[in-house]
């Protein structure tokens, strides 16, 4: 069912963009009193997103209900298709979203890039419709611009699964031009070539089990690896003091490579910080239909989603 969406080909996806004119597209609009989202995924329990929404939802005002269930890829059409009009949306996770994908009969330009889909709205103006939006990419630029990145020219990305094409993307909106993949097998990151070419990033291939000599310098690395994973070559401590590190992984955190940065004093990411931003996204989109529509007093809103996670941040 996935198809473009043609009536706005161009609309980005982080939230770096959407502050080129936050003034002129701040607003509420006409939000109804009560709706029902939830995440899907398996597994789904330890799921933080129903705290960050909640969170967002109250600050706004709104009497919405967010929860998580647990749900398989097989079970997801069906499940979706049976959604009453109560329902605004769904925040997806894995293994669900290259199924999301699928099922989207709308595409922002972000998911067709990266082929997959974390955000569906459902709208019912005229009939159901299924949008679909990767807000992914938006969370890791997020997290990477709270670092104080504000450009790449190099980046390496340990892990070619799920996650590695949104890693991709990001770091091509922070204006990298090359990018390393380094996988347990180089066959695993060659679907990421399309993505690169539709990007028009260089990108470089090679196995973990290589090493690290010709690497080059590299200013962000992003880790899609379980946060317990052990590296067989360790990363030189030349590249992970001259780098900032973005670690998907977040329970436990600081992960071995969250310690590895730490004891150089470079800065370094959780998937908890990306996981924030991209939710601010989603509630963009569920709350406004629009994932460059600025919340009123977001800032606001952002911190509070922030603070649902046990993230204090210091005052701007």
Do not use: C
């Amino acid at each position: 069912m996935a198809g473009n969406e043609a009536d706005r080909p161009d609309v980005p996806s982080s939230e770096a963009e959407a502050d080129v004119a936050p003034s002129a597209r701040t607003h509420r609009g006409d939000v109804p009193d009560s709706r029902h989202l939830a995440v899907f995924g398996s597994p789904i329990e330890h799921s933080k997103s129903p705290d960050l929404h909640a969170a967002a939802y109250r600050a706004l005002g709104l009497d919405w209900v967010y929860d998580r269930r647990q749900v398989e890829v097989e079970q997801l059409a069906d499940i979706v298709s049976a959604l009453g009009p109560e329902w605004r949306g769904l925040s997806l996770t894995m293994p669900l979203k290259q199924q999301a994908f699928a099922l989207s009969e709308t595409l922002d330009r972000t998911a067709q890039v990266t082929g997959a889909v974390n955000t569906l709205r459902l709208d019912d103006a005229s009939g159901r419709r299924i949008q679909g939006f990767n807000t992914d990419v938006a969370g890791i630029v997020g997290a990477l611009r709270d670092t104080g990145t504000s450009s790449v020219s190099h980046g390496l990305i340990l892990g070619a699964g799920a996650t590695a094409a949104s890693a991709l993307a990001a770091l091509t909106q922070l204006g990298a031009r090359d990018i390393t993949v380094a996988a347990r097998s180089a066959a695993r990151a060659e679907p990421l070539r399309d993505a690169a070419d539709n990007l028009g990033v260089a990108l470089h291939v090679r196995e973990l089990s290589s090493g690290w000599a010709g690497l080059g310098d590299v200013d962000v690395v992003i880790s899609t690896l379980p946060g317990t994973a052990s590296l067989e070559h360790p990363l030189p401590d030349e590249l992970v003091a001259r780098s900032t590190l973005l670690d998907v992984a977040y329970d436990p955190w600081p992960s071995a490579l969250g310690q590895l940065w730490a004891t150089q004093g470079s800065p370094a990411a959780s998937g908890l910080d990306m996981l924030v931003h991209q939710a601010l996204i989603q509630v963009r989109i569920f709350v406004l239909g629009d994932p460059l529509a600025v919340l009123p007093d977001e800032p606001a809103i952002l911190e509070s989603m922030f603070a649902a996670v046990g993230i204090v941040r210091p005052a701007a």
